[in-house]
């Protein structure tokens, strides 16, 4: 018997790389999956809104993990999508 690092922590977190790289993978075939479908059933709009939605949600991504965590609460540390828009709902009045 050979003694390997848990798949997880128990708590959600994957500590496999094996794993991780794998449903990093399975993100991108999806999103191809999806992309490529949707290119093939309407080739003429898809492509401009498909590459502004992309673009949109990575800025999106990037404003919740980033610039939230660098120049809004350097104290706090979000650890997901739902923790950063928990973040935002409690803290939705100006300063």
Do not use: Q
């Not at 500590?15 to 449903?23: A, Q």
């Not at 610039?67 to 939705?92: C, M, Q, T």
């Amino acid at each position: 018997m050979t003694d390997h690092a848990p798949l997880s922590d128990g708590l959600g977190t994957i500590r496999s790389t094996r794993l991780l790289i794998f449903k990093a993978a399975t993100f991108v075939a999806l999103g191809l999956i999806a992309a490529a479908t949707l290119l093939i059933l309407h080739p003429s709009l898809a492509a401009a809104l498909l590459l502004i939605a992309v673009w949109a949600f990575c800025r999106a991504y990037y404003f919740a993990f980033y610039v939230i965590e660098h120049y809004v609460d350097p104290a706090y540390r979000f650890d997901g999508l739902l923790s950063a828009l928990r973040f935002l709902w409690k803290n939705r009045r100006i300063r």
